[in-house]
């Protein structure tokens, strides 16, 4: 059963707080993938990776930096975490341009 | 620019009625794949179907068909008969860029509440 895991449900942090979120997978897959979901705004792509160490920024990258050290893991980072970087993260993985695996997501919150 | 656009931010519909979900995109790119996602208020995305730009019959996956028009740039879900478990939200993307370094693009949503 394939199977995407998120390190965390729910976050809180305080602004301008370092924060990582951790995003693995177990299906070999190429391609991963950082979303921000938001009542309204859809799903928004953060950043995504298509190999080690490769990273492409997606539609929203500003505040945030990602990791891809290993082929399972993918890493988003708020550098200075701010309160408009509350909202839903969703992280996916996909197999050379097929359907998405997602997360079941992590809540942060930042006061 | 909007690349995927769904108008309908939310929709009713009886129990054993089909309805349809709108979607428009834009993209230049002649290879291109549409994709619909239901993610129930439990959050988890459900991947649903899924059409490429080359395929030339709609696609279908039990209740669910796609309706792909592609001079007008439209990619439909229908769903038939539908279900109480149907109430959901579904999102429309499109996967585009070079092959290998895909991104998928999200609209978005409409969510759709069956009545009994």
């Known amino acids: 059963d394939v199977k995407v895991t998120q390190s965390s449900r729910y976050l809180v942090k305080r602004t301008g707080e370092k924060v990582f979120l951790e995003c693995v997978q177990d299906?070999?897959?190429?391609?991963m993938f950082w979303y921000r979901q938001d009542p309204g705004l859809g799903l928004r792509l953060i950043y995504f990776?298509?190999?080690?160490?490769?990273?492409e920024k997606g539609d929203i990258p500003e505040g945030y930096s990602v990791s891809r050290e290993k082929k399972e893991r993918f890493s988003l980072i708020l550098e200075s975490a701010s309160t408009n970087q509350t909202s839903m993260y969703l992280c996916?993985?996909?197999?050379?341009?097929?359907?998405?695996?997602f997360g079941p997501g992590t809540r942060l919150t930042v006061t | 620019a909007q690349k995927i656009t769904q108008t309908q931010p939310g929709m009713f519909v009886q129990e054993k009625e089909a309805v349809t979900l709108d979607c428009t995109y834009d993209?230049?790119?002649?290879?291109?794949?549409l994709f619909w996602y239901k993610q129930p208020s439990s959050g988890e995305m459900i991947f649903l179907i899924y059409q490429g730009s080359y395929d030339q019959q709609n696609a279908t996956e039990g209740r669910y068909s796609l309706n792909f028009q592609k001079a007008r740039k439209s990619a439909n879900l229908v769903i038939s008969a539908s279900q109480l478990g149907d109430s959901a939200m579904y999102f429309c993307a499109m996967r585009e860029g070079p092959k290998g370094t895909y991104k998928y693009i999200f609209g978005t949503g409409t969510r759709l509440k069956v009545l009994a």
């Open positions: 993209t230049s790119d002649p290879s291109y794949g």
């Open positions: 299906m070999d897959h190429e391609n």
């Open positions: 990776s298509y190999d080690v160490k490769m990273k």
């Open positions: 996916a993985s996909s197999l050379r341009g097929k359907e998405q695996y």
